[in-house]
């Protein structure tokens, strides 16, 4: 990592674990940074919708330094959009940050770049920090076409994005045929990947904002990932489910920006 911004570990969660599960798991972290705090590295987890109360309470009541996020939000503020939640919703739990346009939502649940853009502007404009997902199919890259996918990917949803908002916005880097399959990207296919982000960040006048990695991120490649990759941190999917391994991933993080900066 040889960027100067402040490394980001976000778990996703998923449609993992049930209220006790996720009350669980957010003590043993609280109890694992208090041990070992990570002095240089912000930590959110993003819980299913049905923990998050629970999560938040758990987190304030005891301080446990790290921030709740959502993994999807609806573009509408209200509404007859039964089984959809708003922002003004997740604001009132004293959600911090939303993952917008998640892979798994734009593939199963036909979130088009549109509706992409829509949402990212309605969490930005509420305040929200925004994590815009990004990246291609395993046939995308076989044709080396990743990087014209990406750069579309990322005008769609932050051209003319309005400057208050800007500083708002991370970038996750998830290419599809590494989530969940046990696939990692190369240091080199992340590095290389993470260089033409932010050539395209800086053409969109978001130079600031950091650039994230998902993708079968385990406590195993992490150390390698964040040291050689130049990420500014991960989005961790089924690593952050336990609390040693999510562990493992932050302090990789936090051990690479004491060491190197």
């Known amino acids: 990592m040889t960027t100067a911004k402040k490394p980001l570990v976000i778990g996703n969660w998923k449609m993992n674990l049930d209220y006790v599960e996720a009350v669980h798991l957010g003590q043993q972290l609280g109890v ?19 923990d998050i109360r629970s999560v938040t309470s758990i987190v304030e009541s005891e301080r446990i330094p790290m921030d709740v996020g959502a993994q999807h939000v609806s573009a509408h503020d209200n509404g007859a959009h039964t089984g959809e939640v708003s922002i003004s919703m997740l604001k009132r739990l004293n959600v911090q940050w939303v993952l917008v346009g998640h892979s798994e939502r734009r593939s199963m649940y036909a979130m088009t770049d549109e509706v992409v853009a829509a949402t990212l502007r309605t969490v930005a404009k509420n305040g929200v920090k925004v994590v815009l997902c990004v990246g291609e199919a395993l046939s995308v890259r076989e044709e080396d076409g990743q990087n ?5 990917q990322l005008h769609s949803a932050l051209e003319g994005l309005d400057e208050n908002y800007r500083e708002l916005v991370t970038v996750a880097y998830e290419p ?21 982000i932010r050539s395209v960040l800086f053409k969109l006048s978001l130079s ?20 050689e990759s130049n990420v500014d941190g991960f989005l961790v ?21 004491d060491g190197k900066r």
Not at 208 to 227: F, P
Request: proline share 3%.
């Open 208 to 227: 600031e904002a950091r650039v994230l990695y998902g993708g079968s991120v385990n406590g195993d490649n992490a150390s390698s990932l964040v040291a």
């Open 176 to 196: 599809i045929w590494a989530i969940g399959t046990g696939l990692t990207a190369s240091t080199e296919q992340v590095g290389e990947m993470t260089s033409h």
């Open 148 to 152: 014209e996918f990406i750069s579309a």
């Open 237 to 257: 999917g089924g690593a952050s489910l336990k609390a040693d391994s999510f562990m493992t991933i932050i302090q990789s993080c936090d051990e690479c920006y």
């Open 32 to 50: 694992m940074l208090k041990n070992k705090p990570a002095e240089h590295t912000d930590i959110v987890v993003a819980p299913p919708f049905v």
